[in-house]
Structure formats: C-alpha cells, structure tokens
Nanobody, 127 residues
Framework: QVELVESGGGSVQAGGSLRLSCAASGDTVNDNYMGWFRQAPGKEREGVALISDIGRTTYADSVKGRFTISKDNAKNTLYLQMNSLKPDDTAMYYC?????????????????????WGQGTQVTVSS
C-alpha cells in the first residue's frame, strides 16, 4: 500500500508561482515512476509531468518550460515547481506513482494509469 499526500496548492494571480509537494509512504520515490496529473471541472484528466526512477523527466507541452518536476529521495518527497502560472492551469493536481513504467505524453494523455495516486491539491490561478 502506497500513500501519497499532496500539499502546496492555493490561489495565485497569473504569472505567479507555486510549489507542490507529495509525501510518499509505503514505498520509496526512488523505486517508482512518479508524476503529476491534473483535472479541471468538466475536462479530462491531463498528465503534467513524470520523473523516472533514474531521474529522467518528461512534460506535457502545455507546461514545458514553466513547470519542473523533481524528487528528494532522502525526504521521500516529490515536487512540482510551477512558474508563470496561467488561468488555464487551474485544476486539482494529483501525485501518482507506480513501480511499473507509465508515461505522460506531450499532449497530456496518460495511456496507462499509475497504480497509486493521492487525494489532490487545488490550484487556482486568477487573471
């Protein structure tokens, strides 16, 4: 059983920044493909970023250059640094993990859903 607890969401104005955190327990971030996805009301779930067990990162085109995914193995925590936020980034953000490979495609699709995800943290960006 893997537990993921997100934090760091909030309300910001366009152009602002937030850093999301995801504390993991029950397994180590170092042994998992870890990532973030988001879902806005009335929209489909969208992959945002993924970091592999060896630290390789992939991003959806919609956030590339603005968001940075990272992990701290010692703290067993995943992060998402979000800069230059836009109103379109408003969504519930979820942390996810799986020891088996999963992917975030450039168009935001997630072909295979990871096994574990958290409860989410809300990000609201106002114009």
């Amino acid at each position: 059983q893997v537990e993921l607890v997100e934090s760091g969401g909030g309300s910001v104005q366009a152009g602002g920044s937030l850093r999301l955190s995801c504390a993991a327990s029950g397994d180590t971030v170092n042994d998992n493909y870890m990532g973030w996805f988001r879902q806005a009301p009335g929209k489909e779930r969208e992959g945002v970023a993924l970091i592999s067990d060896i630290g390789r990162t992939t991003y959806a085109d919609s956030v590339k250059g603005r968001f940075t995914i990272s992990k701290d193995n010692a703290k067993n925590t995943l992060y998402l640094q979000m800069n230059s936020l836009k109103p379109d980034d408003t969504a519930m953000y979820y942390c996810a993990a799986d020891r088996t490979l999963w992917a975030v495609r450039p168009d935001g699709r997630i072909p295979i859903m990871p096994a574990w995800w958290g409860q989410g943290t809300q990000v609201t960006v106002s114009s």
